[in-house]
């Protein structure tokens, strides 16, 4: 500093500071210290203004990243698909009955009326194999909480489990009812399957011992479609007789009987805890505290084309959703509990809003016939699966956590992939 002020002629300055500070000093214009701490000074300024630039840059960059679709839509809660699809997959030879998400990996099973599983990975859209032993139509297949197993059942009247462990090899065959099996699904606790039949039986069969442990009877027809509760409480099934019942998975009772459907009865889908309070807002039933339970309420999409959802304790019909064109085939819940998706055979698939009732987007999806429709169950946070349901159910405690992808089979023969 007395260098400084010397040499910029501050005399009396310098003089007061050498005192004050009683330091002996010479001024040298050679020292080490000469002209420093302009130099300092200077170069602090410098590097704030380049310190400035990169923040402005760093921001800009930030609001583009944010803005660009991908980025966007892949955290967006409320995603839901638009045209057009990522990939379609083709291969296989006849009309795709059902489509099913593995629960931890990007892996998708696609099952068709030309007795053929197709397994495909749905990130990249690649065909990986196909599992061969069914002799018929397969009808339905779906993976195990773990994805370790997967199951399908089909018009040979047999059910088959599949290991996706060992080089996906048919494990087991359960002779499973008189007549062709329209649908399975894994209990939860993946310790029992639950099938239903054109032989209007529902059966429950034990996985490791391929025992029947339960055969439930009530339907008077076709028994289309059957899915288990989150906690695997109660069923419920879906019939050519008109009818959607709910039965007592552990005793098989028949707890209700909703009758309003005018036609056969395609599917059924307990809804998420998430979509409680939208559904709830939309029929005014006030939000108490019997909240939490799984499969409080349910929806139902027939024939006569329309959705309806069901008070599943009391059995009453809580909102009739029409609007397609066509037979219902399909339906999965957003992951958010805030739409419904529908797909149907008027070739579309429509997005409803639950807390309004409102269909509030239409998405024309095949040249034919949308035969299924399901989500994604990979969880994006911690890659863990939920410990719980169908593609379409979800854990209360962190509902936003399922990936967004959604894939639909369809008689055209083909699977789309429909991704943000």
């Known amino acids: 500093m007395l260098d400084y002020l010397h040499a910029n002629n501050f005399i009396a300055a310098f003089d007061a500071l050498k005192a004050d500070a009683g330091t002996q000093y010479t001024p040298d214009p050679k020292a080490k210290y000469a002209g420093l701490l302009e130099k300092k000074w200077t170069s602090v300024i410098r590097l704030q203004k380049k310190i400035m630039d990169l923040e402005n840059r760093n921001a800009a960059l930030q609001e583009e990243l944010s803005l660009s679709p991908a980025k966007r839509a892949a955290s967006q809660t409320d995603w839901v698909p638009r045209a057009p699809a990522a990939h379609v997959l083709t291969g296989h ?27 495909w990975d ?107 509760s989150d906690d695997g409480r109660w069923l419920a099934s879906g019939s050519k007789d008109h009818t959607v019942r709910i039965w007592d998975a552990q005793t098989g009772e028949s707890k209700l009987e909703l009758r309003d459907h005018q036609n056969d009865v395609e599917v059924v889908a307990f809804a998420p805890i998430a979509a409680y309070a939208a559904i709830r807002e939309l029929t005014g039933i006030p939000n108490t505290d019997r909240t939490k339970r799984p499969g409080l309420y349910l929806a139902s999409g027939a024939r006569d084309k329309t959705i309806k959802l069901w008070d599943a304790q009391t059995g009453q019909m809580l ?27 008027d070739k579309t698939i429509r997005v409803w809003e639950l807390s309004t009732g409102r269909c509030v987007k ?49 008689v055209d023969q083909t699977i789309k992939i429909w991704l943000p």
């Open 93 to 119: 030879r006849s009309p795709v009955t059902r489509v099913a998400f593995h629960p931890q990996y990007s892996i998708i099973a696609s099952a068709s009326e030309d007795a053929t599983v197709k397994i």
């Open 122 to 228: 749905w990130e990249t859209g690649e065909f990986e194999r196909t599992l061969k032993g069914h002799t018929k139509a397969i009808m339905d297949v779906e993976f195990d909480h773990k994805g370790h197993l997967l199951v399908t059942c089909s018009s040979d009247l047999f059910i088959k489990i599949w290991d996706s462990q060992n080089e996906w090899k048919n494990i087991k065959t359960f002779p499973g009812h008189d007549h062709s099996v329209s649908a399975v699904r894994f209990m939860p606790g993946d310790q029992h399957i639950v099938s239903a039949s054109r032989d209007r039986t529902i059966r429950v069969f034990d996985i490791a011992s391929t025992h029947l442990v339960r055969t439930i009877s009530g339907h008077a027809e076709w028994v289309r479609c059957v899915v288990p």
């Open 319 to 345: 909102r009739n959703l029409p609007g397609h064109d066509n037979w219902v085939r399909a339906l999965a819940f957003h992951p958010s509990g805030k739409y419904l998706l529908s797909a149907s055979d």
């Open 362 to 410: 239409t998405i024309d999806a095949h040249n034919h016939f949308v035969t299924t429709l399901s989500w994604g169950r990979q969880s994006t946070s911690s890659g863990t699966a939920p410990a719980n349901g169908a593609p379409d159910e979800n854990l209360p405690a962190d509902p936003e956590k399922l990936v967004n992808v959604v894939a639909t089979g369809s």
